[in-house]
């Protein structure tokens, strides 16, 4: 029992959930979201969300009420220099600073309704072990080499920089601000010694270069299984496949470990127990899906869980994977991450011998987004051009932002946020397309029936069937947009449903229906227009939970519609400091259909369920940001 947790509320807690999952369900298919790691050395902002956050809920959330098993993880990825260097400025130690921004980040994505069935962390036994794994699979089948190279060293620390903490001239073209890794100017790789005039980008030392051991992947000896592997990806966006591909001609060995306190340890003789070499957290950060997926089995009662996501040759053989990010990432997850696996799988150029956890799945699909800016420039923390999600959040709704993204967001090319638009989109489409669409006709129906009025006994009109029919069909249209990572498009055809039951009262008129005679005719125009709310209400589920679950219970429902996540303290599995999760149960909910709704149901005057923003919102705004 001790993989259940070590406190009976928390045993008791995951029990029951693994116990609905188990019996409650036969699941279609099981799929993988899996989520990248935001980095614990502050809080994100709106455009980090827009990135990895709502299209991946978005996603989870559909593929849940369509039938799948989904397994949706991620965590704070909290390794790495730029932990050590922010908790050095702020005189504490790297756990006290990451301990600080993992639990802002898990409040901020509660907040914003993300349905993780695990979100964790990478500071945890769990996450060290199974890192440790495949870095000792890697090195059995000869794909980490030790090498001897030059290492970069801040002379009044003596820890190593990072290249991405060096910058200087461009050996090639002359580029003033080159980083050490990566000439952003003319796009050639670097090595921070071949860098002009190289300085520190965190104090502007000139950095020392000194001999250093390291262990490095050998990406060259997957060039080809890789380039195998890229062919036989359909339907992925053209830019990630194009870059993906473009990458396999210049593979060069990579640096796993670097001289560093913080991370995880290097588990071969003579290396575990040195506190100046770890390994670094480019490794360890894109392990932590599987990571994570293990450990969500270990405290749900079924240590072997995972492996209906992950086995390659059993149970988890036809589960699909799908990784969300932003742009920047996509190497990691097209080319390191499936490098990683295929070579812990023995399935490298040099093949090899499987380890412990057998043959693992590849991704399906890398679902990456473009960047999201704000006001015409790129968020930056030190010029204040940011919002950051939980600001947001105190001043606006959650559902607000999400349909911002969702309809508007960078899903297929870079995009701006601009306070002007946030407002148009609120005002013109939330509150006055569905928000005066679910509020003018229950309001209707309950001044008229106080309750969803039945159906004239003469039947519906042409025009009634006509628009049951444009919502029926919303189902299959907006559910294979989503599933194929078209969430702008399936979000405009849910709207498009809005529209035209809004076209359909407006037309229809029934308010000017105030005869006894014609109170049938109200009645059948009124239930069917509630029909098509309850149908929008599941189409736009995915994209705007928390207004879904309101419009639910407008409507007269019961129960949960919309399952948001919960944040549980747990307890270390493997003896480590307690910590917060973000979970749920997602077994309960609506399903992808239409339901019928039920003639006689009470119903109230409704509330509003968007707020109306005023236009000055935008000036107030604008002068918050940095100029």
């Excluded at 989520?35 to 809080?43: C, E, I, L, M, S």
């Excluded at 991370?263 to 100046?276: E, S």
């Excluded at 969430?487 to 849910?494: D, F, L, N, S, Y």
């Excluded at 125009?525 to 639910?552: G, K, Y």
Aim: glycine letters at 10%.
């Amino acid at each position: 029992m001790a993989s259940l947790g070590r406190t009976e509320p928390e045993r008791a807690y995951w029990f029951a959930i693994s116990q609905r999952r188990s019996l409650g369900l036969l699941f279609m298919s099981h799929v993988l979201a899996a989520v990248a790691w935001p980095y614990a050395n502050g809080p994100r902002h709106i455009g980090h969300v827009s990135g990895f956050g709502v299209p991946s809920d978005v996603f989870s959330r559909y593929m849940r009420m369509a039938g799948h098993d989904v397994l949706m993880v991620s965590g704070t990825d909290e390794h790495g220099t730029p932990i050590q260097v922010q908790a050095d400025k702020e005189g504490v130690s790297p756990r006290e600073l990451a301990d600080r921004y993992n639990r802002v980040i898990v409040e901020d994505l509660h907040g914003l309704g993300l349905s993780y069935d695990l979100f964790t962390r990478t500071t945890t036994g769990n996450h060290y072990a199974v890192v440790q794994e495949l870095f000792e699979g890697l090195h059995r089948n000869g794909y980490i080499v030790p090498k001897v190279t030059m290492g970069a060293i801040s002379p009044s620390t003596g820890r190593t920089l990072p290249d991405r903490y060096i910058e200087g001239t461009c050996p090639i073209c002359g580029y003033d601000s080159a980083r050490g890794d990566q000439c952003d100017n003319c796009g050639n790789q670097l090595d921070p010694i071949d860098l002009v005039n190289p300085r520190s980008k965190i104090n502007g030392e000139t950095p020392e270069f000194v001999e250093t051991e390291h262990f490095f992947l050998d990406l060259p000896g997957f060039a080809e299984s890789l380039g195998r592997w890229l062919d036989t990806r359909e339907g992925w966006r053209t830019n990630v496949l194009r870059f993906s591909k473009n990458l396999l001609g210049d593979l060069q060995p990579r640096a796993i470990t670097r001289d560093l306190e913080w991370g995880v340890p290097i588990p071969l003789d003579g290396w575990r127990d040195r506190n100046d070499k770890r390994i670094y957290v480019w490794f360890d950060a894109v392990i932590g899906y599987l990571s994570a997926s293990i450990e969500w089995a270990r405290r749900s009662g079924d240590p072997e869980a995972w492996r209906r996501w992950w086995a390659a040759d059993g149970e988890g053989k036809d589960a699909t994977g799908y990784y969300f990010m932003g742009k920047d990432n996509i190497v990691f997850h097209s080319v390191i991450w499936p490098a990683l696996l295929l070579g812990y799988s023995g399935e490298g150029d040099r093949d090899g011998t499987p380890g412990e956890m057998g043959r693992l799945n590849l991704p399906t699909e890398v679902v990456s987004s473009e960047f999201l800016t704000m006001e015409g420039r790129k968020f930056s923390s030190s010029r204040q051009v940011v919002i950051y999600v939980r600001d947001f959040l105190d001043r606006y709704d959650a559902d607000a932002l999400r349909y911002f993204i969702a309809v508007a967001g960078p899903e297929s090319n870079d995009t701006d946020f601009t306070w002007s638009e946030f407002l148009r989109r609120n005002n013109d489409e939330l509150v006055a397309g569905w928000g005066n669409l679910v509020n003018r006709s229950i309001s209707m129906a309950a001044k008229n029936f106080g309750a969803i009025p039945p159906v004239d006994p003469a039947g519906l009109t042409e025009a009634d069937e006509a628009l049951l029919a444009v919502a029926r069909t919303g189902f299959a249209t907006v559910g294979n947009l989503i599933e194929r990572h078209r969430q702008k498009a399936a979000i405009g055809e849910a709207m498009r449903v809005v529209a035209e039951a809004n076209k359909y009262l407006s037309d229809q008129a029934p308010w000017k229906l105030k005869g006894e005679d014609q109170k049938a005719r109200m009645g059948t125009i009124l239930h069917v227009a509630l029909q098509v709310v309850s149908d929008a209400n599941t189409l736009l589920t995915p994209f705007l939970p928390h207004s879904a679950q309101q419009v639910h219970e407008l409507l007269g429902g019961t129960g949960v519609h919309a399952p948001m996540p919960s944040i549980v303290q747990v307890e270390d599995l493997d003896g480590g400091p307690s910590y917060p999760v973000l979970t749920g149960d997602y077994t309960v909910g609506a399903r992808w259909e239409s339901t019928p709704i039920e003639a006689g149901r009470p119903l109230a005057p409704p509330k509003p369920v968007f707020r109306k923003l005023d236009p000055s919102i935008v000036d107030e705004e604008l002068a918050r940001l940095g100029s």
